[in-house]
């Protein structure tokens, strides 16, 4: 069945066995999860891939009984059509004690995967779209006005626009600015610029649009102009990500009508006019594969990178580097 995600006290605990989350808008998703598992004390997290090398292991476990186990809560992440096998077989054996979160990204109307959650009556399907301007400036008003900072409509906009729709990345900007304000300090339009690091996203966004387009000589030239900081790194490793499912829907595009300005002049958001002849390149030197092969190395980067943050320029920097050598993916 499909709800809303404002209706989530629906999904009750003793009904609902398996869930599917599907969208764009992760903010929410992560936000939703936190309600889903808020009394939860552990969590098995899994990722789709991990599960579909060794099925088996993951069943054992499943299956498994243990007296310090009352119930047993588990998330796939990155989930696709591949995972629905998997989850008829623990739909088919009723079990009990054990509530399944499955996590996607974008599904399209033909996914099996969203129409067996669909058309199931026991179990729960719930679209996650896209924050719009509206939701996001509400958002970002009960931050402030939780907080008593004043901000003029231009500041707001200014601080949405950097958040690429996704209402995570706004919070964690406003509290950027919560912390500059905690002292008294009065904050104006040129301190809002500096906080949310829009001189060093310009050339974040260069290194990484450079990166997919696989000019080598430009990247060499950006990483020796910039001095990024180790937590550069981080912000480094999720814009590609965000750059990197953008141009993978480009490309689903593109596969669909094989006309490469229709591709660029129909997307969304808009693509501007100085992006238009790089981002083609970006497109013609990826297919879906390649991109989807980038986007799980992005994350175990990202941990990486967490892991080992006094190294993580040097980590970031040559993975950088490995991707723009690499051969281009016809």
Aim: proline share 2%; aromatic share 8%; charged share 30%.
């Amino acid at each position: 069945m499909i709800i809303k995600n404002f209706q989530l006290n629906k999904v009750k605990s003793n009904e609902n066995k398996l869930i599917l989350f599907y969208g764009k808008n992760e903010g929410l998703k992560n936000e939703s999860i936190n309600l889903i598992f808020e009394n939860s004390k552990k969590i098995f997290k899994y990722d789709e891939k991990d599960i579909l090398e060794n099925i088996e292991a993951f069943f054992d476990r499943l299956l498994s009984k243990s007296f310090f186990e009352n119930e047993k809560n588990i998330i796939i992440k990155r989930s696709t059509d591949k995972i629905l096998k998997v989850i008829e077989e623990i739909d088919n054996k009723n079990l009990e004690d054990t509530k399944i979160l499955i996590i996607s990204e974008n599904l399209d109307k033909k996914s099996r995967l969203r129409s067996f959650f669909e058309k199931s009556k026991k179990h729960v399907c719930i679209p996650f779209y896209p924050d719009n301007l509206q939701t996001l400036s509400k958002i970002s008003y009960d931050f402030l006005r939780k907080r008593k900072i004043s901000l003029s409509q231009a500041d707001v906009n200014l601080v949405i626009s950097k958040c690429n729709e996704d209402r995570k990345t706004l919070k964690d900007e406003l509290k950027k600015i919560e912390y500059f304000c905690l002292n008294g300090k009065k904050i104006n339009t040129e301190i809002i610029s500096k906080l949310i690091n829009l001189s060093e996203n310009r050339n974040i966004s260069e290194l990484i649009d450079n990166c997919l387009a696989k000019n080598k000589r430009e990247i060499t030239n950006i990483l020796n102009e910039n001095n990024f900081t180790k937590e550069d790194c981080v912000l480094i490793t999720r814009s590609f990500l965000n750059k990197s499912k953008r141009i993978l829907n480009l490309i689903n595009e593109y596969k669909k009508n094989n006309n490469l300005e229709l591709t660029i002049s129909s997307a969304k958001p808009p693509i501007f006019w100085k992006d238009k002849e790089i981002v083609k390149k970006q497109i013609c030197n990826w297919n879906p594969e390649s991109v989807s092969k980038l986007i799980y190395k992005l994350n175990d980067i990202e941990l990486l990178i967490k892991k080992n943050l006094q190294n993580s320029i040097n980590i970031i920097t040559d993975f950088i580097i490995e991707q723009a050598s690499s051969k281009t993916n016809n």
